[in-house]
């Protein structure tokens, strides 16, 4: 009997916060959090789905796939499907899939349940995808079937992620390069808040849609404009004249991470270079904590997608000495802080900090040791 297996990553993104859908490059990597995915055929022609995680299944006929009322998993389920155009008959198939990527955390798990499930079934089907093709589907997916304007940068860190490695994923033209950060005597992790505010999905769609009125209105004034890394700030002062104050601060706040982005991309180079001569890198290292601060800051005051629990973790991590820099990472209004730290650093000193935000809040954070490792394969 036919069977496969899948694992399909989340990710992380160092730099380049809401730049996926801005023009910019962003830089993420593929981690050690995964979907995993059996597929089994059957003897009958039903398509048969388990989430083992939530005790829950859904079995269809594919030809009716198209008119079924579906939410939650189900609906990236049937996205897949019908966009990777398995509509007719076939032998049946039983997938079961489970995560051990924190939910709400933004380390886009609905990406890697997509982009898994979309591999398998190009592999199972022989549908002949390339890996990108797979990006767009599962893109579209969260599109069309879950509501959501994502850019493409998840799908393409979970499909393409190496291990050790970040993409540079340029936005614009779509173009994907891997580079290597050494990591020497310091590390990142990840702090999971805990919480997930439901204002995330509504406020990232406001959010885009502020940002491409201000780029149309960028296109009528400048044409032509190739995207937001072509403008000058005197350009931009003109802009920001016919936008309204809080348009005025997300394009504030984009301008700003499409610089701290190119400044990162540099010292990555800087710190190889560096290591490859065997010095130690201790400067570059610290200005990039000190530039994921200046993310964090910007999120916060100008993007305004942070909350109170997650500013409360960044702060007293940074009263830490090891602590690097601490940024919140994916959508907004909770999820994970990713930290750079000394090797030094003492995690008790965390488990501390855990204790006195449980005793503000009533909620426990997690802490999660991260690897980068390959992206979605079998």
């Known amino acids: ?60 006929e594919l030809p009716q796939l198209n008119s079924l009322q579906t939410n939650g998993w189900r609906s990236y389920v049937k996205g897949v499907f019908l ?14 899939f489970k995560s051990s990527i924190p939910i709400g955390a933004g380390l886009s798990s609905s ?3 997509c982009c898994g499930l979309a591999f398998g079934l190009n592999e199972w089907f022989d549908l002949g995808k390339t890996r990108f093709e797979l ?53 990142l992790f990840l702090l999971d808040s805990k919480v997930k505010h439901n204002l995330a999905e509504s406020a990232y769609n406001e959010r885009r849609a502020q940002l491409e009125d201000a780029w149309r209105k960028a296109q009528e004034l400048f044409h032509p404009l190739e995207s937001w890394r072509s403008i000058n700030e005197n350009q931009l002062a003109l802009l920001f004249s016919h936008l309204d104050q809080n348009t005025q601060k997300r394009l504030r706040y984009v301008i700003d991470e499409i610089a701290r982005v190119v400044r990162v991309q540099a010292l990555a180079l800087e710190i190889s270079e560096k290591v490859k001569k065997s010095v130690l890198p201790v400067v570059s290292y610290e200005e990039l904590g000190m530039l994921l601060n200046q993310t964090h800051e910007g999120l916060r005051d100008l993007y305004e997608v942070s909350c109170v629990e997650i500013d409360f973790l960044q702060t007293r991590l940074l009263e830490l000495p090891e602590i690097l820099g601490a940024r919140m990472m994916g959508g907004g209004f909770g999820g994970c802080l990713l930290v750079l730290a000394q090797n030094s650093l003492d995690f008790k000193k965390i488990e501390v900090l855990s204790t006195i935000y449980k005793a503000q809040f009533g909620i426990t954070p997690a802490l999660e040791r991260i690897e980068l490792v390959d992206g979605v394969g079998l």
């Open 1 to 60: 009997m036919k069977k496969l297996q899948i694992k399909a990553p989340g990710r992380i993104n160092l730099i380049g916060e809401h730049l996926d859908y801005n023009h910019g490059i962003v830089l993420p990597a593929a981690i050690d959090r995964y979907f995993e995915f059996d597929f089994e055929q059957t003897a009958s022609s039903t398509i048969l789905i388990e989430a083992l995680d939530l005790n829950e299944s859904w079995h269809f």
């Open 83 to 96: 966009l990777l155009g398995l509509r007719e008959n076939a032998k049946g198939l039983h997938i079961r």
């Open 111 to 113: 990406a890697a349940l």
């Open 135 to 187: 990006a767009l589907i599962a893109q579209q997916t969260e599109h069309q079937f879950a509501g959501v304007k994502c850019g493409l940068m998840d799908q393409v860190a979970s499909l393409f992620g190496k291990p050790n490695e970040l993409i540079a994923f340029d936005c614009l033209n779509q173009t994907i390069t891997t580079f290597s950060l050494p990591l020497h005597d310091v590390q």
